[in-house]
């Protein structure tokens, strides 16, 4: 039987934040009344207790999920998505967006899951196809995307969007704008227009 670990084992990184006491307390017990030999235990503790502070850092503040600022940047860099003028969680889903958009096949579900994270947060999404060779996105959010958002959106978009192939990208508030039912009171109901990107 091999003591290796399996495939499947759990590789989660697991922080020690008490390397000094641990080291004091794996000395032997005739060790342990001894203030120099306690001390370098603890001196040596201490430096590996930095080591690990810093590594663990550098390896938590590179992960996407955690990145900010500056290591953001670097994630954007290599996927290729520009910052721009927004902040870190939209530029977090951006680039989450764009390394989905860099091995996109440009299927629907790839669209839609695409779609919805730079749209986030949304309400409903939908996708239509349009046949022979079109098709739209539809999202539904509590606001309308601001001119830079929906610069940014249209970018990706197209860039995912399969040659020869047309796309229509709209987004709509909840409550859409209608005509009521009645025949007694014609007028417009209470609702927004729904707008294209």
Known sequence: MSSEPSASASTELVYIPDHAARNAARLLTQDRDKPRTVALARALGAGAQALEDALFDLIVG??????????????????????????????????????????????????????????????????FPSFPASYTLQVVRESFLSALMRRRVRRIMEDVRPAGVGSELIEALPGPFGYQDTPAVLGYDVGTYARVL
């Open 62 to 127: 590179r992960r996407l999920e955690a990145a900010a600022g500056a290591a953001l940047d670097q994630w954007g860099t290599v996927v290729g998505e520009r910052r721009g003028a927004i902040d870190d969680p939209d530029y977090r889903r951006f680039i989450q967006a764009r390394i989905l958009a860099n091995t996109c096949k440009g299927t629907p579900d790839e669209l839609i899951v695409i779609f919805g994270l730079v749209c986030a947060p949304v309400l409903d999404l939908r996708y």
